[in-house]
Structure formats: structure tokens, C-alpha cells
């Protein structure tokens, strides 16, 4: 089984982004050591506007093939005119709106979301399912998540989306990698206790 991964942005109190999603105010902490660690780590999580902008776009996946975001998350990319934001990968937008997939990378995930999922992680493969989020999407996959690489950056919010929207429930992750950085940030991966 290939894993499920939640690589996410978040402020030290959990917050994803301001109370309507926005994640702007972290794009400060993406400095130059920051950029690097991302180039070289983690290249795929860019999309491909990004990718170009800093000159990554024809470096190869390290550790997913695959990505799949809510809804909520693809329109952000279709409002600044992206169908295929991640285009390096295969692309799954959760909705059970969108009827017909805008771009032909893309594949629209319905009603059987978990289902899908379960299919996607199943695949032989040597490269993992990158969950991107946003909130609502993480909260319907998070019995599915694997592993979770979490980037969290030195500020507090108060209040915001934050990282699962889903019901209280407690569920174990077991501490892996640690890396800090100079601007104070510092990304932790953990995989889920099974
Ligand atoms: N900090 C970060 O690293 C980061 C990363 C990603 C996103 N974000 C932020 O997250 C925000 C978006 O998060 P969000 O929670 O509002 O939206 P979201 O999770 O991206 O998308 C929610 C949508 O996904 C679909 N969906 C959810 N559960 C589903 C299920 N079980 N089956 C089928 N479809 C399902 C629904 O689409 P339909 O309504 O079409 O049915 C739902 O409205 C953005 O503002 C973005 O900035 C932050």
C-alpha cells in the first residue's frame, strides 16, 4: 500500500489560514532557506506556476505521482486561470458539484471519495498520494492519512480554518523527522499509530 500524505502549512496554533481559508500571510516564511528545503525535498508541492517562477519545473517528483485537493482548494487555482495546477502529477479534485472535469488531467472525485482513495493507495507505485487539502477534505480522509508532514510557521492566528474540519476525535500519529529552521519554522513529519 502506497501512503496518503497531508503536507500542509499551518500557523503554531493549527490554522491553516485565516477564517475563510487564507493562506497568504504565510508566504513570508517560504524565505530562501525555506525555497531550498522545498526545491529540494519536496518539488512536486509546488504548482506549476510556482514551479516556474523559481526555475523547478523540470525537476522530477521525489515522493508523489499523485495529488488530490477539495474543491474549496482547486478554485483557488481556476480563479488565477489554472485548470491543471499540478500538472506534473496526477490530479483528483474532490466535488460533488463539478460535473465535468475542466481539464483533462484532472479527474473529478464524487461520491465515492473514500472509496476512490482507497483505490488510489492500492496502486504499485514508488511515489505516494499527496493530500493538499484544504480543511473539509482532510477532515473527510483523515481515517485514510497516513502520514503527515506538517510545515508550521512561527505565528499565531486565533482563530481560522483549521486543519481538519471534521468531528472531535482522537487519533495517534507517532513523531518521525523534525527540521527547524533560521525564520523559526519548522516541519514535522509523523505517521499514524496502527
Ligand atoms: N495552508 C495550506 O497549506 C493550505 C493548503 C491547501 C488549502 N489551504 C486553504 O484551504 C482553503 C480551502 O479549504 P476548504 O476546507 O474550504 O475546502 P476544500 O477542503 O479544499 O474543499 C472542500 C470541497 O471539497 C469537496 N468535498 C469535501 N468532502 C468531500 C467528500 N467527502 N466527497 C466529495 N467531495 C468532497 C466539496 O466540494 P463541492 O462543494 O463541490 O461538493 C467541498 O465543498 C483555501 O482557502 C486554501 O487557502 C491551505
Known amino acids: 500500500m502506497r501512503k496518503l500524505t497531508y503536507f500542509i502549512a499551518c500557523s503554531i496554533d493549527g490554522f491553516i489560514g485565516g477564517p475563510d481559508g487564507d493562506a497568504t500571510t504565510m ?5 530562501e532557506e525555506f525555497l531550498e528545503f522545498l526545491k529540494a525535498e519536496y518539488p512536486e ?6 514551479r516556474r517562477a523559481i526555475g523547478t519545473d523540470d525537476f522530477p517528483n521525489r515522493r508523489f505521482d499523485t495529488v488530490i485537493q477539495g474543491r474549496g482548494s482547486y478554485d483557488l487555482a481556476l480563479k488565477d486561470g489554472m485548470t491543471s495546477p499540478y500538472a506534473h502529477m496526477r490530479e483528483y479534485v474532490a466535488s460533488r458539484t463539478l460535473t465535468e472535469s475542466p481539464h483533462p488531467n484532472v479527474e473529478i472525485v464524487g ?3 473514500v472509496a476512490k482513495v482507497r483505490e488510489l493507495k492500492a496502486e504499485d507505485s514508488e511515489f505516494g498520494i499527496y493530500l493538499c487539502g484544504g480543511s473539509q477534505l482532510a477532515g473527510a480522509l483523515l481515517d485514510e492519512i497516513d502520514e503527515l508532514v506538517i510545515k508550521t510557521y512561527p505565528v499565531v492566528y486565533g482563530t481560522g480554518m ?8 482522537v487519533t495517534e500519529f507517532t513523531l518521525g523527522e523534525v527540521r527547524s529552521f533560521g525564520n523559526g519554522a519548522v516541519v514535522r ?6
Open 111 to 113: 461520491d465515492d471519495l
Open 27 to 31: 508566504y513570508p516564511f517560504v524565505d
Open 162 to 169: 483549521p486543519m481538519f474540519g471534521s468531528d472531535f476525535a
Open 189 to 194: 513529519t509523523y505517521s499514524r499509530k496502527r
Open 45 to 50: 508541492t509546488n504548482p506549476v506556476i510556482v
